[in-house]
């Protein structure tokens, strides 16, 4: 690991409250709050049942910048009725994110077992164009995040960060670009080359954290802590920021481990794990 | 699935000895024959503990193709000491090799969490460079095996088939080329070129299949049958025998269930799918 963070410095530190799920989102601000995080990503799930009015108004007033709502995306499928559905879904993710004041939702594009990932990439770029207009009136950035490829059989045609650069190019606007997640991009031989055009192109809108643990006991539930895997996080962090990124450094942690501990100690490890590892 | 097999032709096909781990080599010999498989991969715990002149005797006599042994490579270590005993390990398996009866080898070429993956790759360039002259003395052909990103962590830091024709086309040696395996990269968008080099440059030296569930329950160990998850496995192979591949298709399945199921109704399985799906 290089040139890690040499100081407690939290004015960039993000967390997901996918992160920290067993906690109800106002508790989540509260014990992120006390623990000087003055950031977090709002998961929809997180949403579900409340006054979103309200719940914007409590990350107000603790002071906490809202850096994304996660997620839009889920394009693809054999059905041209969810595929509608799947568009109807974005909009109203947009409108969400309007909402509870998130400027920018993160997009899993989606992938249909059925048919090839060429087909649902073309189903991707018509999603996208279909909810462009919508994103652009309500102010809302789209970001593309490719996904690791051991996610291309449901979850994403869009596996690598050249595809997703590819796609952000292909609309060339600025109400579309990318996030990048070390845990999908960080095996890539082309990772510093695409993460330079990726800023060069203005298309660099997050930067997501966590690491890959060895073994992995979980395709989906077993991320790492920073520094507890094989990611070499202060390399990417290093060219991503050399592009000239000044956005947040968000944890996003699915752990089926983490999420049975105690939720305060984990805040306090992230925040730990962040200042050595990151 | 486009094109597949349209008739009951057991040719080409070729049952690698995991794919049927629960049963000793001498029965897998005696059951793929009667049920008209005429080619095996040998795993090497498979050999352990066995007289290897009886077991290939007994392949003999029972008209049986030994197509490649399973496995060299894992070269890389942050252990000098380790990586010298890899390359010892990878010459006695040439050994085992030509004692067997198999003109190849298949390398998994390992990766180390502790290092980069670049590292890796240099120290598996330094592992090739040591074995190539007793594989090209001993007549074994080495076949690099592109793994899929998700095993970069601890098993190959060589993770697409570009990765592959790179490496192999840097020896630039008839003894060194590459085996495809659709699980590994069916993901990959630059595939249909990149097995196009393949063939070009000499390299095609063997094609695996299997398929990818959806979900996937497990990182290692939960393959499916051909026609069970969502490669598109007759366009990959349409896509290899276009250069010129005339060789097996060998059925490589890690899978917890069917290693727990019966082995005889899983042989005639195997063949039943590779018929419809292949």
């Known amino acids: 690991m290089k040139n890690p963070l040499s100081q407690s410095n939290l004015s960039r530190l993000c967390i997901h409250t996918a992160t920290t799920k067993p906690l109800p989102i106002e508790e989540a601000v509260k014990i992120y709050s006390e623990h000087g ?42 059905s041209v009725v969810k595929r509608k559905q799947a568009i109807d879904d974005n909009i109203q993710a947009i409108d969400e994110a309007a909402s509870i004041g998130a400027p920018m939702i993160v997009l899993v594009c989606g992938a249909e077992p059925r ?10 770029k018509a999603g996208l164009e279909a909810i462009l207009p919508v994103a652009e009136q309500k102010k809302i950035k789209l970001a593309i995040e ?64 966590c690491d890959w643990k060895v073994p992995t006991g979980h395709i989906l539930f077993d991320r790492g802590l920073m520094g507890e895997g094989c990611i070499d996080i202060p390399q990417i962090r290093g060219w991503v920021e050399q592009t000239g990124f000044d956005g947040f450094h968000e944890v996003e942690i699915f752990s089926e481990k983490y999420w049975q501990s105690d939720q305060v100690e984990f805040i306090k490890n992230i925040i730990e794990a962040y200042n050595k590892f990151t």
């Open 37 to 78: 995080v003055r950031a977090m990503t709002v998961w929809r799930d997180a949403l579900q049942g409340k006054n979103v009015n309200e719940v914007k108004k409590l990350i107000e007033q603790y002071n906490i910048k809202v850096v994304s709502l996660c997620r839009g995306g889920f394009f693809p499928s054999v």
């Open 115 to 124: 048919q090839s990932l060429e087909t649902s990439r073309s189903q991707i």
């Open 146 to 209: 490719p996904l690791h490829p051991m996610y291309a059989d449901d979850r994403s045609a869009i596996n690598t960060l050249k595809q997703a650069n590819d796609m952000a190019e292909y609309f060339d606007s600025p109400w579309i670009g990318v996030a990048i997640d070390v845990y999908h991009v960080w095996w890539d031989p082309d990772l510093e080359d695409e993460i330079k055009r990726c800023g060069a192109h203005g298309n660099l809108f997050a930067f997501h954290i």
